[in-house]
C-alpha cells in the first residue's frame, strides 16, 4: 500500500463520520507527505473543530523504535494551517512539538486515541478506526459526565515531548513561513 492509499483510508474514514466534523475551516481534512519534519511519511488529518480546540489525526515514524509508526489523537488551541503540504506539517510540528501547544485526550479502550503499527498501512487503518470511534464527549468529556474520570492517553507525551524548543533567552525559533524565490536584479 502506498501513502496515497493510505491517505485515501483515511479520508474514506472522515468522510464516513458524522462526529468528525470541520465545518468552513478546511475543504480538504487529510493530508500526507512522504517526507516529514519526522524524517518519514507522514499524514495529518483535521477531525473536529469547535470553540475549544481542534482535534487532529497524526500518523509518523515512532522517534524512539525502529520500524515503527504511530497513530494518534491529539488535541490543540491552535489552528495549524498553511499554503502548501510540506509547510503545514513543519507548522504543525512547530506548534505541536516546538510550542507543545497539545493535550492527550480520555479514552476507554487501547486503541481509541494511540497505536503503534509496523507500517504507515496499518497505521493508517488504526487512525481510520479511531476516526469512527471519535466523538467529543468521550475524547474531551465534560466535567460532569459519565466519563470525566476516564484516562489520559499519555503516550502521546513520549512522541511529542515535554521540552519543546524554548531556548536558553525564553524565546523560540520562528514560526516556519512560506519561501518565495526572489529575482534580484542590479541595484543601482
Request: with cysteine.
Amino acid at each position: 500500500m502506498s501513502l496515497e492509499s493510505a491517505l485515501y483510508t483515511v479520508e474514506v474514514a472522515l468522510s464516513a463520520s458524522a462526529d468528525c466534523c470541520t465545518g468552513l475551516v478546511a475543504a480538504k481534512r487529510a493530508f500526507g507527505s512522504p517526507l516529514g519534519p519526522s524524517g518519514g511519511p507522514e499524514i495529518l488529518a483535521l477531525l473536529h473543530v469547535d470553540d475549544f480546540a481542534y482535534w487532529y489525526g497524526h500518523i509518523m515514524r515512532h522517534p524512539k523504535k525502529d520500524n515503527t509508526f504511530v497513530a494518534l489523537l491529539v488535541w490543540s488551541e491552535q489552528l495549524v494551517n498553511a499554503t502548501n503540504v510540506p509547510l503545514l506539517f513543519r507548522r504543525f510540528h512547530y506548534w505541536i512539538k516546538d510550542r507543545l501547544r497539545y493535550q492527550p485526550c480520555t479514552v476507554q479502550q487501547d486503541g481509541d486515541a494511540y497505536a503503534e503499527c509496523p507500517s504507515i498501512e496499518t497505521a493508517a487503518f488504526s487512525l481510520a478506526k479511531m476516526i469512527q470511534r471519535f466523538h467529543i464527549d468521550l475524547r474531551w468529556p465534560d466535567e460532569d459526565s459519565l466519563h470525566a474520570q476516564d484516562p489520559d492517553e499519555l503516550r502521546i507525551l513520549s512522541i511529542y515531548g515535554l521540552e519543546g524548543a524554548m531556548r536558553k533567552d525564553g524565546t523560540f525559533p520562528p514560526i516556519p513561513m512560506t519561501t518565495r524565490l526572489v529575482a534580484v536584479g542590479n541595484q543601482r
